[in-house]
């Protein structure tokens, strides 16, 4: 079974970047679709970025369309969530999520990382 660790979440001033990663354990990873997803308190999870098993479709949320890149390294069973020219309104716990197939709800998923903080401060 595919497991999902997410890292490189922190603190950082509004117009920063981070680097999100999403790690698998196994080889099927690298035939999943993967999205990241974020939830901030009080509010539902809400879709943020997705992309196929190829790497060759992406999908992003309005919000975020323009500063943020989702990729993959299929050999490295690693994907990415570039996030460039941070706002406050994007601090929320990320997630990564795998499955067979892509899309912007999250029932298409159906392994789950625990979550990285992402915090920007004003």
């Known amino acids: 079974q595919v497991q999902l660790v997410e890292s490189g979440g922190g603190l950082v001033q509004a117009g920063g970047s981070l680097r999100l990663s999403c790690a698998a354990s196994?080889?099927?990873?690298?035939?999943?679709?993967t999205g990241w997803f974020r939830q901030a308190p009080g509010k539902a999870r809400e879709f943020v970025a997705a992309i196929s098993w190829s790497g060759g479709s992406t999908d992003y949320v309005d919000s975020v369309k323009g500063r943020f890149t989702i990729s993959r390294d299929k050999a490295k069973n690693t994907v990415y969530l570039q996030m460039n020219s941070l706002k406050a309104e994007d601090t929320a716990v990320y997630y990564c999520?795998?499955?067979?197939?892509?899309?912007?709800?999250?029932?298409?998923?159906?392994?789950w990382g625990q979550g990285t903080q992402v915090t920007v401060s004003s």
């Open positions: 196994g080889r099927t990873f690298s035939r999943y679709a």
């Open positions: 999520a795998a499955g067979p197939y892509s899309g912007r709800d999250s029932a298409a998923y159906n392994h």
